[in-house]
Nanobody
Protein backbone atom coordinates (compact mmCIF):
# COMPACT_ATOMS: atom_id res chain seq x y z
CA UNK A 1 0.00 0.00 0.00
CA UNK A 2 1.37 3.37 -1.02
CA UNK A 3 1.51 6.04 1.66
CA UNK A 4 2.60 9.56 0.82
CA UNK A 5 3.08 12.55 3.09
CA UNK A 6 3.39 16.07 1.68
CA UNK A 7 4.77 18.68 4.04
CA UNK A 8 6.61 21.96 4.24
CA UNK A 9 3.90 24.43 3.34
CA UNK A 10 3.14 27.56 5.29
CA UNK A 11 2.55 31.28 5.23
CA UNK A 12 5.31 33.38 3.73
CA UNK A 13 5.69 36.91 2.46
CA UNK A 14 6.22 37.61 -1.22
CA UNK A 15 9.86 37.06 -2.09
CA UNK A 16 10.28 34.40 0.54
CA UNK A 17 11.11 30.72 0.21
CA UNK A 18 9.70 27.37 1.21
CA UNK A 19 10.80 23.81 0.68
CA UNK A 20 8.16 21.16 0.19
CA UNK A 21 8.74 17.49 0.84
CA UNK A 22 6.98 14.44 -0.55
CA UNK A 23 7.90 11.29 1.34
CA UNK A 24 6.57 7.88 0.41
CA UNK A 25 6.48 4.28 1.44
CA UNK A 26 5.30 1.39 -0.68
CA UNK A 27 6.62 2.86 -3.90
CA UNK A 28 10.09 3.68 -5.20
CA UNK A 29 10.35 7.23 -6.46
CA UNK A 30 13.57 6.70 -8.39
CA UNK A 31 11.92 4.44 -10.97
CA UNK A 32 8.95 6.72 -11.54
CA UNK A 33 8.40 10.19 -12.87
CA UNK A 34 7.17 12.22 -9.92
CA UNK A 35 5.65 15.65 -10.12
CA UNK A 36 4.49 18.48 -7.93
CA UNK A 37 1.04 19.84 -8.65
CA UNK A 38 -0.89 22.74 -7.20
CA UNK A 39 -4.50 23.76 -7.03
CA UNK A 40 -5.68 27.22 -6.15
CA UNK A 41 -9.29 27.84 -5.07
CA UNK A 42 -11.60 27.79 -8.05
CA UNK A 43 -8.89 26.63 -10.41
CA UNK A 44 -7.90 23.32 -11.93
CA UNK A 45 -5.00 21.36 -10.57
CA UNK A 46 -1.84 22.05 -12.56
CA UNK A 47 1.52 20.34 -12.85
CA UNK A 48 4.26 22.79 -11.88
CA UNK A 49 7.37 20.63 -11.89
CA UNK A 50 8.40 17.04 -12.41
CA UNK A 51 11.42 14.82 -12.43
CA UNK A 52 11.70 11.78 -14.66
CA UNK A 53 13.07 8.47 -13.49
CA UNK A 54 16.28 9.41 -15.28
CA UNK A 55 16.58 12.63 -13.35
CA UNK A 56 15.63 15.16 -15.99
CA UNK A 57 13.42 18.00 -14.82
CA UNK A 58 10.67 20.10 -16.33
CA UNK A 59 8.91 23.20 -15.07
CA UNK A 60 5.84 25.18 -15.87
CA UNK A 61 6.68 28.58 -17.32
CA UNK A 62 5.12 30.28 -14.31
CA UNK A 63 7.70 28.80 -11.92
CA UNK A 64 10.72 28.38 -14.14
CA UNK A 65 13.80 29.93 -12.57
CA UNK A 66 12.17 30.08 -9.12
CA UNK A 67 11.30 26.47 -8.27
CA UNK A 68 13.68 23.52 -8.21
CA UNK A 69 12.61 19.89 -7.95
CA UNK A 70 15.02 17.31 -6.58
CA UNK A 71 14.99 13.75 -5.36
CA UNK A 72 16.69 12.01 -2.45
CA UNK A 73 16.75 8.34 -3.40
CA UNK A 74 18.07 7.22 -0.01
CA UNK A 75 15.09 8.82 1.72
CA UNK A 76 12.65 8.09 -1.11
CA UNK A 77 11.67 11.74 -1.05
CA UNK A 78 11.00 14.37 -3.69
CA UNK A 79 11.57 17.98 -2.75
CA UNK A 80 10.40 21.25 -4.23
CA UNK A 81 12.48 24.29 -3.36
CA UNK A 82 10.44 27.41 -3.99
CA UNK A 83 12.20 30.76 -4.05
CA UNK A 84 11.01 34.28 -4.78
CA UNK A 85 7.45 33.26 -4.01
CA UNK A 86 4.61 35.33 -5.39
CA UNK A 87 1.02 35.73 -4.21
CA UNK A 88 -0.12 33.81 -7.30
CA UNK A 89 1.80 30.78 -6.00
CA UNK A 90 -0.79 30.48 -3.24
CA UNK A 91 -2.34 27.02 -3.55
CA UNK A 92 -2.49 23.55 -2.09
CA UNK A 93 0.50 21.57 -3.35
CA UNK A 94 0.45 17.84 -4.05
CA UNK A 95 2.86 15.26 -5.38
CA UNK A 96 1.95 12.33 -7.60
CA UNK A 97 2.99 10.47 -10.68
CA UNK A 98 3.20 12.08 -14.09
CA UNK A 99 1.05 10.81 -16.99
CA UNK A 100 -0.57 8.35 -14.59
CA UNK A 101 -1.54 8.82 -10.99
CA UNK A 102 0.40 6.52 -8.71
CA UNK A 103 -1.73 7.03 -5.61
CA UNK A 104 -4.93 8.71 -4.58
CA UNK A 105 -4.64 12.44 -4.04
CA UNK A 106 -3.78 13.25 -0.45
CA UNK A 107 -4.41 16.34 1.64
CA UNK A 108 -1.50 18.21 0.12
CA UNK A 109 0.33 21.01 1.85
CA UNK A 110 -0.95 24.56 1.79
CA UNK A 111 1.26 27.41 0.60
CA UNK A 112 0.05 30.94 1.22
CA UNK A 113 2.04 33.91 -0.04
CA UNK A 114 1.10 37.33 1.27
CA UNK A 115 1.79 40.50 -0.68
Amino acid sequence: QVQVVESGGGLVQAGGSLRLSCAASGITFSINAIGWYRQAPGKDRELVAYMSSGGSTNYADSVKGRFTISRDNAKNTVLLQMNNLKPEDTAAYYCNGVSILLWAWGQGTQVTVSS
